[in-house]
């Protein structure tokens, strides 16, 4: 992706500007604390983070309204803030302790908030695309203007299923967002040694899709995309693509050593494309913000992600009960042979 | 304060590891994100970074040592402000945080710390044996109509819609074609495109979207136009829409019914003759149906549409045309869960389900003239498994045999018998015997195929074995 000099937007207020500022920073402290965790064996498993790709979702969900979902893959702690779940929330799910999300029972990749309309956290790679078409299919059913903002990478973009839906969604003008967050790397294997041909963007116009490629490192650009993505959906158009073009810093998970690229890439794109310090630099510019408001800020964010972790390591396992609890719903006998 | 720099754990599985190398040394300033040590795994060489910000007070273990232990401190990082005496005040064993997860949580006398496990088999409750009963599940008297599976389950579906208008049917064929074995006829005109969706040829797809629309409050009935297909789909099933109640402890659950013929038709060979009992039966989160007559088929597909569960519903395309006395009752449905007596008898007992009680009839037909007295358990749920059922009969028979057109290994037969082993030991007077379908994949040849499949011969032979009388 080619640097390029980025000024700071007229049309955007010094609220708007602060508020994206503070949602991606605690995407970025949270996940630097995830990682912390996970190095201390408070975390088990498999711990996708989301640094770098801050100003794709925080971007997106300036453009949501009340009532539209989200759906994403693993790769999903940044959704999570973003869409307003609770910090505490969620670091307990990761810790798998009774105070997350899923009482501990479903981890990193498989976290839930029917309230926020958070549909998950989908641990196969592809299998939440289909499954975000159905939450539009039934939004349009219902009969309502709400929309479903589905997330997937580069990785997932090349799985039949996302291809079957495109079909089914253009078929059927559901009212849903593709959004490919193209991070360039699908665990340990590049675009283009994965991906022939045309571009993902592309891919969605074979099937009558209109889309848009973004630049995922500035969240103005994916706010504008993203608005008319939804306009094109709450007007009954059907699906809308957008191609995200983001970065991740991290590895694919915390046990990857990253030897697919050179660290001299990464430590480019964190000097001159981080999506963070773009918006930092606006508010100093645009004098919208002190160095000293800014401080406040880190310091806020950092509490509320501190807070978080304390929150994870004290909040206790789960009941040994639980391990018989929520496999069926309603009166079933919960636990005995069935 | 001075803060201790832990030895991280970098893998699911890593315990120690070995410090390669140090790029940085002391005195240097770190920002979050900046890499601070090589480190070598079990798995491979990683980069690890720094979460805070701050300088390097102390270096603590150097560079080439090998085992260094997760979480042991390896070097000490100042705040802004604080001078290299303050690394010498960091604590210097492993602070709280660096405890293992289970210590890490309150102490254990809230009883609510104990490592999690698994209740163990013998632990659940042991079934109440109840009395076996043939008699019919409605009133006596009851008007009867003699009607086809396929009617049945045609007005099971159209009943459901109309009571519920969030109940859909989508899937291939269904609509205008009216069903690819006429399920579905004739719904399309009564309640719309909206309703009937016919799908593109695209399994894995559009059972994806049907669990997306029960998560998003549908009620979808998901048709596959054979189970064999749905293996496209199983994915979606199994990951999609049983586990999810579960991995979101409880706040979403999937309300579907993945309906079509599973098993052996006629001469359509290997691809297109599964039996996928067992395979869905052994999934937590799944309720599997199989019904064999006209009413279980239309009772158990209303309750299947009515419950908040991921149910699979597993018909047959034999049955489909045979025809069946049905209660004329208003919404008549039957509970998931429970088995059927579909004859009372003294000296064996066979389980069987589905078309399985096809050949069961008819072994018992021909028993019945030899004078064997047998007791038939039709089991139409698969899961939940009506155990009370099987174990009443066989603690009143002494001898089981099952009747399954599946393949034999790791069959519901399997299962059943190592249950009632386990159970009734003391109660069989004979080894169960399982009658399946052969290990083999289905030929096309007639004589082959006739084969392959259970025959009611084959359940004679069993029960003649069980009771000693060959």
């Given at each position: 992706?080619?640097?390029?000099?980025?000024?700071?937007?007229?049309?955007?207020?010094?609220?708007?500007?602060?508020?994206?500022?503070?949602?991606?920073?605690?995407?970025?402290?949270?996940?630097e604390k995830a990682g912390q965790l996970y190095g201390m064996g408070?975390?088990?498993?498999?711990?996708?983070?989301?640094?770098?790709?801050?100003?794709?979702?925080?971007?997106?969900?300036?453009?949501?309204?009340?009532?539209?979902?989200?759906?994403?893959?693993?790769?999903?702690?940044?959704?999570?803030?973003?869409?307003?779940?609770?910090?505490?929330?969620?670091?307990?799910?990761?810790?798998?302790?009774?105070g997350g999300y899923s009482k501990g029972k479903g981890g990193s990749m498989h976290m839930f908030s029917k309230e926020k309309r958070f549909y998950g956290g989908h641990g196969i790679v592809g299998?939440?695309?289909?499954?975000?078409?159905?939450?539009?299919?039934?939004?349009?059913y219902l009969g309502n203007d709400r929309v479903t903002f589905t997330y997937f990478g580069d990785g997932a973009a090349n799985q039949g299923q996302?291809?079957?839906?495109?079909?089914?969604?253009?078929?059927?003008?559901?009212?849903?967002?593709?959004?490919?967050?193209?991070?360039?790397?699908?665990?340990?294997?590049?675009?283009?040694?994965?991906?022939?041909?045309?571009?993902?963007r592309q891919r969605g116009e074979a099937f009558g899709i209109p889309g848009e490629e973004v630049d995922g490192m500035d969240v103005l650009a994916v706010k504008e995309a993203g608005q008319r993505a939804v306009e094109n959906c709450r007007a009954g158009k059907g699906p809308y693509l957008l191609e995200v073009m983001t970065y991740r810093y991290r590895g694919h998970s915390m046990s990857d050593p990253a030897k697919y690229r050179t660290r001299e890439e990464v430590q480019k794109m964190r000097d001159e494309r981080d999506p963070i310090e773009h918006v930092r630099t606006m508010l100093l510019e645009g004098k919208h913000a002190s160095e000293e408001d800014l401080k406040a800020i880190d310091k806020e964010v950092k509490d509320r992600v501190n807070d978080s972790a304390e929150f994870a390591k004290e909040s206790p396992e789960p009941a040994v009960e639980e391990l018989w609890t929520d496999i069926y719903a309603a009166e079933l006998p919960q636990g005995e042979a069935i | 304060m001075a803060t201790e720099i832990l030895m991280p754990a970098l893998s699911p599985t890593m315990e120690e590891g070995t410090l390669a190398k140090w790029l940085v040394k002391e005195g240097d300033t770190v920002s979050s994100g900046d890499i601070l040590a090589e480190i070598e795994t079990d798995k491979a060489t990683m980069e690890f970074e720094a979460v805070d910000e701050g300088t390097i007070g102390k270096i603590l273990v150097a560079e080439g040592t090998e085992g260094v232990k997760v979480n042991q401190p390896i070097a000490v990082l100042l705040e802004e402000?604080?001078?290299?005496?303050?690394?010498?005040?960091?604590?210097?064993?492993?602070?709280?945080?660096a405890e293992k997860p289970a210590d890490g949580a309150p102490k254990p006398d809230t009883g609510a710390t104990a490592p999690a496990q698994a209740k163990k088999a013998d632990e659940r409750p042991a079934p109440e044996p109840r009395a076996a009963s043939a008699a019919p599940e409605w009133p006596?008297?009851?008007?009867?109509?003699?009607?086809?599976?396929?009617?049945?389950?045609?007005?099971?579906?159209?009943?459901?819609?109309?009571?519920?208008?969030?109940?859909?049917?989508?899937?291939?064929?269904?609509?205008?074609?009216?069903?690819?074995?006429?399920?579905?006829?004739?719904?399309?005109?009564?309640?719309?495109?909206?309703?009937?969706?016919?799908?593109?040829i695209t399994e894995h797809g559009f059972a994806g979207i049907g669990v997306g629309a029960a998560f998003g409050?549908?009620?979808?009935?998901?048709?596959?136009?054979?189970?064999?297909?749905?293996?496209?789909?199983?994915?979606?099933?199994?990951?999609?829409?049983?586990?999810?109640?579960?991995?979101?402890?409880?706040?979403?659950?999937?309300?579907?019914?993945f309906r079509g013929p599973n098993g052996a038709a006629a001469r359509v060979a290997a691809q297109h003759s599964q039996d996928y009992a067992a395979w869905y039966a052994s999934v937590p989160g799944l309720k599997v149906v199989q019904p064999y007559h006209a009413a279980d088929a239309k009772g158990l597909l209303k309750s299947a549409i009515r419950d908040p569960n991921p149910v699979v519903f597993l018909e047959n395309e034999i049955l489909y045309g045979r025809s069946f006395e049905v209660p004329?009752?208003?919404?008549?449905?039957?509970?998931?869960?429970?088995?059927?007596?579909?004859?009372?008898?003294?000296?064996?007992?066979?389980?069987?389900?589905?078309?399985?009680?096809?050949?069961?009839?008819?072994?018992?037909?021909?028993?019945?003239?030899?004078?064997?007295?047998?007791?038939?358990?039709?089991?139409?749920?698969?899961?939940?498994?009506?155990?009370?059922?099987?174990?009443?009969?066989?603690?009143?028979?002494?001898?089981?045999?099952?009747?399954?057109?599946?393949?034999?290994?790791?069959?519901?037969?399997?299962?059943?018998?190592?249950?009632?082993?386990?159970?009734a030991f003391d109660w069989l007077d004979a080894p169960v015997i399982n009658v399946t379908g052969k290990d083999v994949p289905m030929p096309y040849a007639a004589n082959l195929e006739r084969l392959a499949l259970v025959t009611p011969e084959e359940v004679i032979d069993a029960v003649n074995k069980v009771t000693y009388r060959s």
């Open positions: 992706m080619a640097t390029r000099k980025r000024a700071a937007k007229p049309n955007v207020s010094a609220e708007e500007l602060m508020h994206y500022y503070k949602e991606m920073l605690l995407i970025r402290r949270f996940e408070l975390i088990g498993g498999f711990c996708h983070l989301y640094i770098g790709q801050e100003a794709v979702v925080v971007g997106l969900e300036a453009v949501a309204e009340e009532g539209d979902n989200r759906i994403t893959t693993y790769r999903d702690h940044g959704h999570m803030l973003a869409c307003g779940m609770d910090p505490k929330g969620v670091m307990a799910e990761l810790t798998g302790r009774e299998a939440n695309v289909p499954i975000g078409a159905g939450l539009a299919l039934a939004d349009q996302v291809y079957e839906t495109y079909n089914m969604a253009e078929l059927w003008d559901l009212p849903i967002i593709f959004v490919i967050e193209n991070n360039q790397y699908a665990m340990g294997t590049s675009v283009k040694r994965a991906t022939k041909g045309m571009t993902l | 402000g604080e001078d290299a005496s303050a690394a010498d005040a960091a604590p210097s064993a492993a602070p709280a945080e006596e008297g009851t008007e009867m109509k003699s009607m086809t599976v396929r009617e049945a389950l045609n007005s099971a579906i159209a009943e459901e819609m109309e009571r519920d208008e969030n109940v859909f049917i989508m899937g291939e064929e269904v609509a205008e074609y009216q069903g690819a074995y006429k399920i579905t006829q004739g719904l399309l005109d009564k309640f719309g495109a909206k309703r009937v969706i016919d799908t593109p409050g549908l009620k979808p009935i998901v048709e596959f136009m054979t189970w064999n297909f749905a293996m496209q789909a199983i994915d979606q099933i199994i990951n999609s829409a049983a586990k999810t109640l579960y991995m979101s402890g409880g706040q979403m659950g999937c309300p579907i019914v004329v009752i208003e919404d008549f449905t039957v509970p998931l869960g429970k088995a059927r007596v579909a004859r009372e008898g003294s000296e064996v007992t066979i389980v069987s389900w589905g078309i399985g009680m096809s050949h069961t009839m008819e072994a018992v037909a021909e028993l019945e003239k030899q004078g064997v007295d047998v007791e038939v358990i039709d089991l139409r749920s698969l899961r939940p498994l009506d155990y009370d059922a099987i174990l009443a009969s066989v603690k009143k028979t002494n001898r089981l045999v099952t009747v399954e057109e599946g393949w034999p290994r790791a069959s519901m037969s399997n299962h059943i018998s190592a249950y009632v082993m386990e159970n």
